[in-house]
C-alpha cells in the first residue's frame, strides 16, 4: 500500500507501543497503517568509561522499566570532537517510562549527562526510520481489525519506507461555525446558551450539497441545505455523525480552536450533566472531540486529522486593522458578511417569516467564508510544504512553530552523523541563558543619508546569515571547546573560533547548504512547472525552505532551544557587521565611480586613454541595514531604470568577488527617489525588475503606515503625503493636503460625514479578561459600556474598534464605541486626532524639508488669522534651494518635470 502521511501517535497493545500512521492512498481513501515493534530510548553519558558493564547492571536493576542497556559510540552536541564517546543507550518497555525514569537516572553515581530524554516517541519513530509529514510511503500491509476506528481502511505493517513522490492527494476540507443563543442579549456561556444551529461547508461536495445548516427547531422539511432538527441534542448528535461520514482530512473554521470547539465539548458535558449521552468521536481512531489549554493557547488534536484554524495564521500573514470575520472577508476575499447583531438573534431565531431564514443564511455564510479562506488564501499549502522539508506533522507546526521544526531537522542530521541532541533546558538554565544572552549584538546599521535621493540602487545579500554560517563553516559542532584541531582555525570579529571545513564540515552548514540548494533547483522547477497545481506546490516549497533557511540564526541565540550558543549567535552577526563595512570600502573607495558608455558599465581603469567618455556615475552608500546596502548613483546627466540595473549587477559582481562562497551580493531594485529620515525608517519609490518589464511601489520601512495602532486616516494621510514628495517630487502639495485633512478633522460633522468616524477609528487587541489589565485601557472602557449598555461584550482574541470623544475626562476613560458615537451624534476630540495622530507622524517626513507643525494645523474657518504661503515661507528661511536644469526647470530624471530642489536634502 502506498499512501500519504497526515498524522501520527502511538497506542499501547499488550503492553507494548504501537506507531500509528494516518493518511490518504492513491484511491483517496483515508488509512490508518499500525506499526509494532518500535522501541522507545534514550542516552547516558557516563562520567567515566572504565565501568561500563557496572553501571549497565545498575541501570537495569535498579528501573524496572528498563528493558535492556546497550553501548554505543556517539559524539556529544556542542563542540568539535575528533572521537566519538561511548555512552549507553538505554530502551525503556514504554515512551512514558522514558520522562519517568530520566531524572533519578541522572542522579546516580558515575552518571555525567542524559540525551534526547524528551522527544515524541511518535516522532522518536519518524526520525529513525527517515519518514517525514506530508510525504508518500510504501508498506506491506495486511488488514488489521477497524473495530473503534472512523478512516476506511485500518492495516497493519511491520516496516514502512518512505518514497520519492511528487505531489498531494486530494485532500477533504470541512468548515464548521455554531451559533449560540446569547440568552436576554448576553454573552452566550455553554453552561446556559445552547448551540441551536451549526452550518457545515464541505469541498468537494458531501452527498452532493457544498453546505448545509442543521437547525434546531422545527423548521419544516424538503428545503435544500437545511436540515430541521427540533433541538440542540439532535443537532449535536447530527454533526458528529456527519463528521465520522464526509471523514473530512482537513477541518476548519475561522478561531474555531478558542471559540466553537471549547464551547461545543463544555456543552456536551452541561447536556452529559444533565443525563443526555452524546457520541462525539471523530478522531479516526474513534476519540471524542476535547480541547487543552496551554497558557492562553488552545490545542485541538483530532487523530488523523488537520485542525486548522484560520484565524491565527491569517493574523501571523496579514496586516489588518481588525481580525474580525467580517473584516477579514471584505478585505482578503472581497466578500461581505451577512449581518444579524448579537442583540437580535434571539429575535430572529424565534420568528417564523424571513427573519429567520436571514438568520440561517447568516450562518451558513460564515461556514462558506471560512473554507473559502482557507482555499483561495491557500493557507494550509505552506505548512503541508514544512512538514514535508522538515519531517513534523502538519498539527506540530501549527502549534509549534519554527522551532519544533528546526529541532525536528537538527534531530534527524545528528543522528546520522552520529551526534546526540540535549533535552530542552530547565527554567534555571533558560534564566542563566537570557542573562546571557544581553550581550549578543545585532546586525550593522549604517547612518542614513537623510532626505531626499535620487536614483538608488538596493542591493541585497542573498540568504546572509545562513550563507555566513556556511561560508565560514559555523556551527555548534565546529566551536573549538575541549577539543583543538591542528592548523589555523576561523576566528570571528566577535571572538571565539570555529574549525575549518577542511577538518570537519559543521552539521548546521550542511543542512543549510541542503535547503539552499533545494530551493534554488525548486525555483527552477517553478518556471517549468505545467499547470497551475504544480506551480502552487513549488511555490509553497521554496517559500517554505525560504522560512526554514531563516530560521537557524534565531535559533543559535534562543534561550529555550535544546542547542543554544551565545558564540555562534554573535559570530554570526560580527561577520554580518564586518562585511557591510567592507562593502562600503569597495564600493566608495575601491570603485569610487563608473562610466556608462554605449549601455556597458566600466569601471575607472577599464577605460581608454586620458579624456573619459561617456557618464560619470559618482557612488555612494546613503544607508546599510543588517542584509541591505543602498548606493546613490550621482551624475549630471538623467540615469533610466536600465542604467541603475546595469550599475547595480556591476557593483554586486564586483562585491561578490570579494566574499566566501556562497555568500552573494545582488541587485534588488533601483528607487527613482527615496527617503531617509532615520536608521531603520525610509521609504522608496522602489522599481523591480519583471521579466522586460518594471513593477512599480512605494516600499515603506519602519513607518506608521502600516502600524495598527493609528488610525485609518493617518495611514492613508501618511501615504499620500509619501506618494506626493516621491512620485511627483511636490513638497509644498504635500503641506496643502496634510492641511486639508487637518481642516477636515477641525470642523467635523458626525451626521453630514459620518465616514469620517470609520476613518478615526483606532483598535486594539482585548488579549485576556478585563479584570487582568493592571492599568485601565481605552479598548478596555469601551467593553465595558458596551456590556452595560448591550449585555454583550465581545470575545477574547477580537480587536477592539474605539474613537476618542470631546470632553474633559481622562483620555482613557473617553474611548467610545465608534457606532454609538455615529447614532447618537458625540463629538470627536478633534485635537487629540490632530496633534496625537496625525501631525506627529507626518511632521518626522515633512520636518526634513523645514516644515514644522505650525504650518500644518490650519482650520479654514479662521483662514484671515492664519494664511500665508507655506511655500514662500520656507524659501525666505533659505530652507529649499532649488537646482534646476538647463531649461530653468526642475527635472526628476524620469522625463516628466518636478521639484529637484527636494534632492539637495
Same mark, same amino acid.
Given at each position: ?22 493518511? @490518504? ?21 557516563? /562520567? ?35 572521537? @566519538? ?5 538505554v530502551i525503556t518497555h514504554d515512551p512514558q517510562n522514558v520522562p519517568e525514569i530520566r531524572d533519578d537516572v541522572l542522579e546516580l553515581p558515575g552518571i555525567e549527562d542524559v540525551y534526547e530524554t524528551d522527544i515524541l516517541f511518535r516522532n522518536r519513530y519518524l526520525i529513525d526510520n527517515g519518514i517525514h509529514g506530508m510525504k508518500w510511503v510504501q508498506a506491506q500491509v495486511n488488514p488489521a481489525e477497524r473495530h473503534g476506528f472512523n478512516c476506511d481502511k485500518v492495516v497493519r505493517s511491520e516496516q514502512v519506507h518512505e518514497l520519492e513522490h511528487i505531489g498531494n492527494a486530494e485532500l477533504k476540507h470541512l468548515a464548521f461555525d455554531i451559533e449560540c443563543l446569547p440568552l436576554d442579549g448576553g454573552m452566550p456561556v455553554p453552561e446556559k446558551s445552547p448551540i441551536i444551529m451549526i452550518s457545515l461547508s464541505f469541498q468537494p461536495e458531501f452527498s452532493g450539497i457544498s453546505s448545509l445548516v442543521l437547525v434546531g427547531r422545527d423548521f419544516g422539511d424538503g428545503i435544500e441545505g ?28 475561522? !478561531? ?234 576561523? %576566528? ?6 570555529? %574549525?575549518?571545513?577542511?577538518?570537519? @564540515? ?13 530551493? /534554488?533547483? /525548486? ?48 559570530? %554570526? ?66 540615469? !533610466? ?133 493592571? !492599568? ?8 465595558? +459600556? ?43 476630540? %478633534? ?22 507643525? /505650525? ?5 479654514? +474657518?479662521? @483662514? ?42
Amino acid at each position: 500500500m502506498k499512501f500519504q502521511v497526515l498524522d501520527s501517535d502511538y497506542i499501547r497493545e499488550n503492553n507494548s507501543p504501537v506507531i500509528r500512521l494516518f493518511g @490518504k492512498d492513491d484511491d483517496g481513501a483515508s488509512v490508518c497503517c499500525l506499526v509494532p515493534g518500535f522501541e522507545p530510548y534514550f542516552y547516558v553519558r557516563p /562520567t567515566s568509561t572504565n565501568n561500563l558493564s557496572e553501571l549497565t547492571q545498575i541501570l537495569q536493576e535498579t528501573f524496572s522499566e528498563i528493558k535492556r542497556v546497550e553501548q554505543v559510540e556517539k559524539f556529544e552536541p556542542v563542540g568539535y570532537q575528533a572521537t @566519538k564517546t561511548q555512552m549507553l543507550k538505554v530502551i525503556t518497555h514504554d515512551p512514558q517510562n522514558v520522562p519517568e525514569i530520566r531524572d533519578d537516572v541522572l542522579e546516580l553515581p558515575g552518571i555525567e549527562d542524559v540525551y534526547e530524554t524528551d522527544i515524541l516517541f511518535r516522532n522518536r519513530y519518524l526520525i529513525d526510520n527517515g519518514i517525514h509529514g506530508m510525504k508518500w510511503v510504501q508498506a506491506q500491509v495486511n488488514p488489521a481489525e477497524r473495530h473503534g476506528f472512523n478512516c476506511d481502511k485500518v492495516v497493519r505493517s511491520e516496516q514502512v519506507h518512505e518514497l520519492e513522490h511528487i505531489g498531494n492527494a486530494e485532500l477533504k476540507h470541512l468548515a464548521f461555525d455554531i451559533e449560540c443563543l446569547p440568552l436576554d442579549g448576553g454573552m452566550p456561556v455553554p453552561e446556559k446558551s445552547p448551540i441551536i444551529m451549526i452550518s457545515l461547508s464541505f469541498q468537494p461536495e458531501f452527498s452532493g450539497i457544498s453546505s448545509l445548516v442543521l437547525v434546531g427547531r422545527d423548521f419544516g422539511d424538503g428545503i435544500e441545505g437545511i436540515e430541521s432538527l427540533n433541538n440542540e441534542v439532535n443537532v449535536l448528535e447530527r454533526f458528529f455523525e456527519i463528521l465520522r461520514t464526509y471523514d473530512p482530512d482537513v477541518i476548519t473554521g475561522y !478561531n474555531i480552536n478558542d471559540f466553537d470547539i471549547p464551547y461545543i465539548v463544555d456543552r456536551v458535558k452541561k447536556l452529559e450533566s444533565e443525563g443526555t449521552h452524546i457520541d462525539t468521536s471523530c478522531g479516526r481512531d474513534g476519540r471524542k472531540l476535547d480541547y487543552r489549554k496551554i497558557g492562553i493557547r488552545t490545542n485541538i488534536s483530532i487523530p488523523g486529522r488537520i485542525v486548522l484554524d484560520s484565524l491565527p495564521i491569517i493574523r501571523q500573514q496579514f496586516s489588518l486593522k481588525r481580525y474580525n470575520l467580517q473584516t477579514v472577508s471584505k478585505e482578503l476575499l472581497g466578500k461581505e458578511k451577512i449581518d444579524v447583531n448579537p442583540d437580535q438573534m434571539e429575535e430572529y431565531w424565534h420568528d417564523n417569516g424571513d427573519k429567520i431564514f436571514k438568520f440561517v443564511e447568516y450562518a451558513r455564510r460564515d461556514s462558506d467564508l471560512a473554507i473559502e479562506l482557507v482555499k483561495k488564501l491557500r493557507l494550509l499549502d505552506k505548512y503541508i510544504a514544512l512538514a514535508q522539508i522538515s519531517g513534523s506533522v502538519p498539527q506540530e507546526i501549527l502549534e509549534g512553530g519554527q522551532t519544533s521544526m528546526v529541532e525536528n531537522l537538527f534531530l534527524r542530521e545528528f543522528k546520522m552523523s552520529g551526534y546526540v541532541l540535549p533535552p530542552r533546558p530547565n527554567d534555571e538554565l533558560v534564566y542563566k541563558r537570557n542573562q546571557e544572552s544581553e550581550g549578543l549584538k545585532g546586525g550593522e546599521v549604517l547612518e542614513p543619508k537623510k532626505g531626499l535621493l535620487e536614483d538608488v540602487v538596493v542591493l541585497d545579500y542573498k540568504s546572509l546569515y545562513p550563507t555566513i554560517m556556511m561560508a565560514h563553516n559555523l556551527c555548534y559542532t565546529t566551536v573549538v571547546d575541549k577539543y583543538r584541531p591542528e592548523g589555523k582555525t576561523i %576566528v570571528p570579529p566577535s571572538g571565539g573560533e570555529f %574549525v575549518r571545513e577542511d577538518v570537519f @564540515k559543521g552539521i548546521v552548514p550542511s543542512i543549510l547548504e541542503n535547503l539552499l540548494n533545494r530551493r /534554488t533547483e /525548486t525555483k527552477k522547477l517553478m518556471k517549468s512547472a505545467q499547470n497551475d497545481d504544480e506551480y502552487r506546490v513549488y511555490d509553497a516549497t521554496q517559500q517554505a525552505l525560504k522560512i526554514l533557511l531563516n530560521s537557524f540564526y534565531g535559533y543559535s541565540g534562543y534561550t529555550r532551544a535544546r542547542l543554544y550558543s551565545l558564540s555562534l549567535a554573535n559570530a %554570526v552577526t560580527s561577520f554580518g557587521r564586518d562585511n557591510i563595512l567592507k562593502t562600503r570600502t569597495i564600493v566608495e573607495k575601491d570603485i569610487g565611480y563608473v562610466i556608462l558608455r554605449d549601455g556597458t558599465v566600466y569601471l575607472q581603469g577599464e577605460v581608454d586613454g586620458n579624456e573619459i567618455e561617456g557618464t560619470k556615475v559618482a557612488l555612494s552608500v546613503v544607508y546599510g541595514d543588517t542584509d541591505s546596502v543602498f548606493v546613490q548613483c550621482i551624475s549630471d546627466s538623467a540615469l !533610466n531604470l536600465d542604467d541603475l540595473e546595469q550599475i547595480g549587477d556591476r557593483i554586486a559582481v564586483i562585491v561578490s568577488e570579494s566574499l566566501p562562497n556562497p555568500m552573494e551580493l545582488e541587485f534588488e531594485s533601483a528607487a527613482k527617489r527615496a527617503l531617509f529620515i532615520a536608521k531603520k525608517r525610509y521609504a522608496l519609490w522602489m522599481f523591480e525588475r519583471s521579466g522586460q518589464d518594471w513593477d512599480e511601489g512605494i516600499k515603506v520601512k519602519g513607518m506608521e503606515t502600516v502600524r495598527r495602532d493609528w488610525c485609518e486616516l493617518t495611514s492613508r494621510t501618511l501615504n499620500s503625503v509619501l506618494e506626493l514628495i516621491l512620485k511627483e517630487g511636490d513638497v509644498d502639495q504635500a503641506v496643502e493636503y496634510v492641511r486639508e485633512t487637518v481642516d477636515r478633522i477641525r470642523n467635523i460633522d458626525v451626521v453630514n460625514d459620518s465616514e469620517i468616524i470609520d476613518d478615526l477609528t483606532l483598535t486594539r487587541l482585548y488579549s485576556k479578561s478585563m479584570g487582568s489589565y493592571k !492599568n485601565k485601557q481605552p479598548h478596555v472602557t469601551v467593553i465595558e +459600556k458596551m456590556k452595560k449598555r448591550t449585555g454583550i461584550a465581545p470575545s477574547i482574541g477580537e480587536r477592539i474598534p474605539f474613537v476618542i470623544v470631546a470632553g474633559k475626562d481622562l483620555f482613557v476613560n473617553r474611548a467610545e464605541d465608534p457606532e454609538h458615537v455615529r447614532q447618537n451624534n458625540i463629538p470627536i476630540d %478633534v485635537d487629540y486626532y490632530i496633534k496625537k495622530q496625525i501631525l506627529p507622524p507626518v511632521k518626522r517626513i515633512l520636518e526634513v524639508f523645514g516644515v514644522d507643525n /505650525t504650518s500644518l494645523d490650519y482650520d479654514s +474657518k479662521q @483662514k484671515g488669522l492664519f494664511e500665508f504661503s507655506p511655500a514662500s515661507e520656507r524659501e525666505k528661511e533659505g530652507k529649499l534651494n532649488k537646482k534646476k536644469d538647463s531649461s530653468g526647470t526642475s527635472s526628476n530624471g524620469l522625463g516628466t518635470k518636478s521639484q529637484s530642489s527636494l534632492f539637495d536634502f
